[in-house]
């Protein structure tokens, strides 16, 4: 039976269910940040590249904001893990693995959507181990030809001069109502 309290969403730290804010999953003692993942929010990249340094494969090209990025490469088709590998210079490392994609919506725990997210703090065998595979993603989606935003957005067709024209006279015309309306 489903209660109105029951999160759908399962956060699981060093071995134990916690309730973790997305402040408290990307813990600001962290300044590095690699992933992998199928999909993101831009909304969450740039908040958390206010405080660490990113890098990442993402494997759909549903989001291109970060298409032109070099810290950022796409690997359409060929990636669909979600692992997230924090650390910094004083040697602290947090592996975060499951479904959930770098998303506000996926790692929010009151969002209900159904995300399972596992969380190991300081292992350095287990971070090695995801790391490894991390770098071998990159270096697959360093081959793999990067998407550029003007192959995704179709220019308009170029306008003929009578339509430039006629454009012109359609704002100018607006224009003089506007300005008729403010007297």
């Given at each position: 039976?489903?209660?109105?309290?029951?999160?759908?969403?399962?956060?699981?730290?060093?071995?134990?269910?916690?309730?973790?804010?997305?402040?408290?999953?990307?813990?600001?003692?962290?300044?590095?940040?690699?992933?992998?993942?199928?999909?993101?929010?831009?909304?969450?990249?740039?908040?958390?590249?206010?405080?660490?340094?990113?890098?990442?494969?993402?494997?759909?090209?549903?989001?291109?904001?970060?298409?032109?990025?070099?810290?950022?490469?796409?690997?359409?088709?060929?990636v669909h893990t979600?692992?997230?590998?924090?650390?910094?210079?004083?040697?602290?490392?947090?592996?975060?693995?499951?479904?959930?994609?770098?998303?506000?919506?996926?790692?929010?725990?009151?969002?209900?959507?159904?995300?399972?997210?596992?969380?190991?703090?300081?292992?350095?065998?287990?971070?090695?181990?995801?790391?490894?595979?991390?770098?071998?993603?990159w270096n697959l989606?360093?081959?793999?030809?990067?998407?550029?935003?003007?192959?995704?957005?179709?220019?308009?067709?170029?306008?003929?001069?009578?339509?430039?024209?006629?454009?012109?006279?359609?704002?100018?015309?607006?224009?003089?109502?506007?300005?008729?309306?403010?007297?």
């Amino acid at each position: 039976k489903l209660t109105t309290n029951l999160t759908t969403t399962r956060i699981t730290v060093n071995g134990k269910l916690k309730h973790y804010s997305i402040d408290q999953i990307f813990d600001k003692k962290y300044t590095k940040l690699e992933f992998t993942t199928y999909s993101f929010s831009a909304k969450l990249i740039n908040k958390l590249n206010e405080y660490m340094s990113l890098q990442g494969v993402i494997g759909s090209y549903t989001n291109l904001s970060l298409a032109n990025n070099p810290n950022f490469l796409y690997a359409l088709g060929r990636v669909h893990t979600k692992v997230m590998l924090l650390s910094n210079e004083q040697g602290d490392l947090r592996v975060i693995t499951g479904s959930a994609n770098l998303s506000i919506q996926a790692l929010d725990e009151n969002a209900s959507q159904g995300e399972n997210i596992v969380i190991v703090d300081n292992n350095q065998k287990l971070f090695n181990q995801w790391h490894d595979y991390f770098e071998q993603l990159w270096n697959l989606a360093k081959e793999t030809k990067q998407p550029t935003l003007g192959k995704y957005i179709k220019p308009k067709k170029a306008l003929t001069p009578k339509q430039l024209q006629n454009s012109i006279a359609e704002l100018d015309s607006k224009i003089d109502t506007l300005k008729e309306r403010e007297c």
